[in-house]
RNA sequence: CGGGCUGUGGCGCAGCUUGGUAGCGCGCUUGAAUGGGGUUCAAGAGGCCGUAGGUUCAAAUCCUAUCAGCCCGACCA
């Protein structure tokens, strides 16, 4: 009991404190106590919007689907793509104000609530302190990073009544690395982690998919600040792990995968990403060994091909010789004409490199594809892009026959699937003939050689040579190291043990609340609606009550309120609909117990209770109904939570 | 931003080709019956057809512009 009154000092230690419980740490008994303890005063189970304590619900924790807020719908909406997109809409769990801009009504605010505090359970357990940070910031800290001029339209700005520019953080290393520089003096401050969740907006130029993409999204971000690199080394597992932690207890399955860094920079990261085929990220995964990688950044044994191309090295001696190929402007029209494999062949490319007017000569060999972005990092750009015919034509390039041989002028960017150990076809810059026995490195120079080659299905593994395989999934969440790349660039310094001045080292943690909750709704669903992880659902019962006998809906009454009184969440059916139509909607909501009270069930001993995942229900008896139904939602609970 | 498509009561749609002043299903309201898987009957409420121009005696319908939304690409939690 004095455990219960500690917990009941505040509203936040109070959920942090049902946490506790949920990992078995409290016992039901004292639960029961905290309830008492603090609603004695004013708790009606009947009023909708007595205080809620439960797991950090903050609302009401107990509701009548008679005076929900929101509806269910019979039909889908007609621009559902995705199943939790649809679900979500048919739930009446978000409603689309504009593009990619949702309000949330009361079940899914529920959900993210409950979602939020799992993931503040896991920051605070790997030393995170939740602080909050402005979402509207002055220019002058973006452009110090650089960042005000990096980022496209995709950063809401505008200007304060005196003109200044201002923005809305899309993310919020500028503002921690302000707040780093203030605080952070001494190497005996680090490590430390700070984090946050807020809405956050970002004009992306297409929204969809429900909640999956959206421009406003509620976003946990998390920070960390080490002495060197090797301390954030050994403290980013411990962030990757929590990641893997929240999902678990959230019910959605994550691979992490390398990825790119893209806007954050640094020098390594990673996504956790849910498999799906809806998706829009595309995964490089590999069966044996487990690499896994985002194809943005996958590699591959791309020299593996070389092998079955039957290519001969000593073929480099014998002299470069061009070749009448009429009409045959693509690799797979010449590899057939002159009976090569297309591996034989060099396919020549031209790349603007963005913010730069001369073009680089891209070459890889014929049977592969370059990957955009691995090209745009090896030449240490934001994008590439390909040129125009008409700019091919300006350039005196001759498109389907483009050579890198007599092309001296153009820097000659060379994948590393091209090997200056065979020779191969390649273009004549002339229009119906191509070059055999050209040899990398005699016929022609390579100034930069690197991997930028797009790994596809099949493709042999570079760690183990097994064949790869593709998947698509939703990135929930990832995580940069950022190295000194903001503290750097701002002026956090610390001063070292040693007494010199040193930047901080930085990782940054980015989690999609609202995404993992789409991601949950799409794991966690059937024909027939959502299926809840308890952990995240709205509310831990459905009661329903059948039948309009006074009997029964007295049963109903007294059975909600004493479930109420035991501290658990229900939504209590008790419209006036048939049976029909409320085993419907309660399928479709998908809470994870389910407890129906009607003429029958009472004839056959009590109350019918029936899990959503399982098909067959259980008659309980009314006397130990609570007792019972508690040891449910503990043993739900203990599905999802880790260890 | 490029390509494809759609805007008609809260939701799903028909009507548009061949102009004549808006209809169906679900939902909503009222009443009655029913009461274990979207039950039945009856009576209602609700839309100037995205917006603005134009053509016409007359426009949801034809023309032009514009806005919004969806889907496929380039970007990201």
């Not at 994008?383 to 015919?389: D, I, K, M, N, Y």
């Not at 930028?452 to 998947?471: I, M, N, Q, W």
Request: net charge negative; glycine share 8%.
């Amino acid at each position: 009991m004095g455990q219960a009154n500690s917990i009941c000092q505040s509203a936040e230690a109070f959920c942090s404190g049902l946490l506790v419980f949920h990992t078995g740490k409290l016992t039901l008994e004292c639960l029961k106590d905290i309830i008492s303890l603090t609603l004695k005063a004013k708790f009606d189970p009947a009023d909708p919007r007595s205080f809620g304590i439960i797991a950090g619900t903050g609302g009401t924790y107990t509701m009548r689907l008679s005076k929900s807020f929101g509806r269910t719908l019979r039909e889908q909406p007609s621009e559902v793509e995705m199943p939790s997109h649809g679900l979500m809409l048919r739930t009446g769990l978000v409603s689309k104000l504009a593009a990619g801009i949702y309000s949330y009504m009361p079940f899914a605010w529920r959900s993210i609530k409950k979602i939020e505090a799992v993931m503040r359970r896991e920051m605070d357990a790997i030393g995170g302190q939740e602080i909050n940070m402005p979402v509207v910031n002055p220019a002058d800290i973006w452009q110090e990073s650089g960042r005000w001029n990096e980022i496209g339209p995709e950063m809401a700005r505008f200007k304060d009544r005196s003109g200044r520019d201002m923005c809305l953080a899309m993310t919020h290393e500028e503002p921690v690395t302000d707040l780093a520089r203030r605080f952070i003096d001494s190497y005996r401050q680090l490590p430390c982690v700070v984090y946050q969740i807020q809405t956050k907006f970002r004009d992306e130029p297409r929204a969809r998919g429900g909640l999956v993409r959206v421009r406003e999204f509620i976003m946990k971000d998390a920070y960390s600040f080490h002495v060197d690199q090797e301390d954030l080394t050994s403290y980013y597992p411990d962030m990757c792990r929590a990641y893997e932690r929240i999902c678990q207890t959230c019910g959605v399955p994550v691979v992490k995968v390398l990825s790119d860094v893209g806007m954050m920079g640094g020098s390594l990261a990673h996504e956790f990403t849910y498999v799906t085929d809806s998706g829009e990220d595309t995964l490089i995964l590999c069966p044996n060994c487990g690499y896994a990688a985002n194809r943005e950044v996958a590699v591959f044994d791309n020299n593996a091909a070389l092998k079955e191309a039957d290519l001969k090295p000593d073929e480099t001696r014998v002299p470069i010789e061009k070749v009448h190929t009429p009409g045959k402007n693509s690799i797979a029209l010449v590899s057939g004409y002159l009976g090569a494999n297309p591996a034989s062949s060099i396919k020549t490319m031209v790349y603007f490199s963005q913010g730069e007017e001369k073009p680089f000569l891209v070459l890889i060999r014929g049977d592969l594809d370059v990957n955009e972005r691995k090209l745009a990092n090896f030449l240490n750009t934001a994008e590439v892009g390909l040129a125009s015919p008409d700019e091919l034509k300006s350039f005196g390039l001759v498109q389907g026959f483009m050579s890198p041989v007599g092309n001296e002028q153009f820097t000659v960017v060379a994948d590393s699937s091209i090997s200056p150990n065979y020779s191969y076809i390649a273009g004549a810059n002339e229009i119906d003939y191509h070059f055999v026995n050209v040899a990398p490195g005699r016929d022609f120079r390579i100034d930069l050689a690197g991997d930028f080659s797009a790994a596809r299905e099949g493709d042999p593994c570079a760690e183990c040579g097994t064949p790869l395989a593709v998947k698509r999934g939703i990135e929930v969440g990832n995580t940069f190291m950022l190295g000194i790349r903001y503290s750097q660039a701002m002026g956090a310094d610390f001063q070292s043990e040693d007494g010199s001045l040193k930047p901080i080292v930085m990782g940054c943690y980015g989690m999609g609340v609202g995404r993992l909750l789409a991601c949950v709704l799409e794991e966690n669903h059937d024909g027939k609606g959502i299926a809840w992880p308890i952990t995240v659902a709205p509310y831990q019962v459905h009661l329903i009550c059948l039948g309009a006998s006074e009997r029964v809906q007295k049963a109903a009454e007294e059975v909600y309120k004493r479930l109420v009184k035991a501290g658990i969440e229900v939504l209590y059916d008790d419209r006036d609909e048939s049976a029909g139509v409320k085993f419907n909607d309660a399928d479709l909501l998908g809470m994870p117990i389910r407890i129906t009270i009607s003429q029958r069930s009472l004839k056959s001993g009590g109350a019918e209770v029936k899990l959503r995942h399982d098909t067959e229900p259980t008659i309980m008896s009314l006397d130990i109904l609570e007792d019972s139904v508690s040891q449910m939602i503990e043993e739900e609970l203990s599905r999802f939570i880790p260890e």
